[in-house]
């Protein structure tokens, strides 16, 4: 990505990359099967109890970590967090053609942090992406349009010694993938005390592309 090796401030770097982003592709698939039972909650070998020795980092504490695993209560989130920076992807509503994304899990149980955006517990918004999948199987996601302001959101670091609290503080929904700007317009206007945004796919399922027709963001502030 030679067009940012020369900006040295994070803060702008990501500002610059989520100018060129179209849409979080990819996020959302059909179900093969839909037989296949819905687990309770993430595998287990993807999921972790809640540390209890965690140190837990005040809100107006700038202390990055390097996230390992969130948990939403609400909805039965207790997932992983891959580090994922932006990649080129086909844009199905685009013509298919290749654009800037946020790095999408490898599956349905993971959830990635955009490694290019600011990090977890730093200034600016952090930002982590993850699967919804319809016809009656599992994605991480699948219920993240529910969440309500309030709803309390976790971020403990890969080694369980460090945890952010987050809280919902706006949903936002019905972002089309037909216009090529309206992701970007929503998170570049983001709540001005949002430091966490997570996106999934919603909205109605296109079975002849394979992906659903818009992105949902839920926006949470430390606490």
């Known amino acids: 990505m030679l067009l940012f ?3 040295t401030d994070r803060r702008i770097r990501a500002f610059l990359i989520l100018a060129l ?6 996020c959302a698939t059909e179900a093969r099967d839909s037989r296949i039972p819905i687990p309770a909650g993430n595998p287990a070998s993807l999921s972790r109890p809640l540390s209890t020795t965690a140190v837990d980092i005040p809100a107006g504490v700038d202390d990055p970590l390097t996230p390992g695993q969130l948990y939403i209560p609400t909805i039965g989130v207790n997932a992983n967090i891959l580090s994922l920076p932006t990649q080129m992807a086909p844009a199905p509503f685009l013509g298919g053609q290749d654009v800037p994304s946020f790095g999408v899990p490898p599956d349905m149980a993971q959830t990635a942090w955009w490694s290019d955006g600011p990090a977890i517990g730093a200034p600016g918004m952090a930002i982590i992406v993850g699967h919804t999948q319809v016809g009656g199987a599992f ?4 219920n993240l349009p529910t969440l309500k302001p309030g709803d309390r959101i976790q971020v403990e670091d890969r080694n369980g010694q460090r945890r952010i609290a987050f809280q919902v503080s706006a949903v936002v929904a019905s972002i089309s993938k037909r216009d090529p700007g309206a992701l970007r317009q929503v998170l570049a206007t ?3 005390q949002a430091r966490l945004a997570l996106i999934t796919c919603s909205g109605e399922f296109n079975s002849d592309l394979g992906a659903s027709a818009d992105n949902v963001v839920v926006f949470a502030d430390r606490i």
Do not use: Y
């Not at 994605?139 to 699948?142: I, S």
């Open 5 to 7: 090796a020369n900006v």
């Open 21 to 26: 982003l179209l849409s979080a592709v990819g």
């Open 139 to 142: 994605g991480v996601f699948n």
């Open 190 to 192: 983001h709540p001005p």
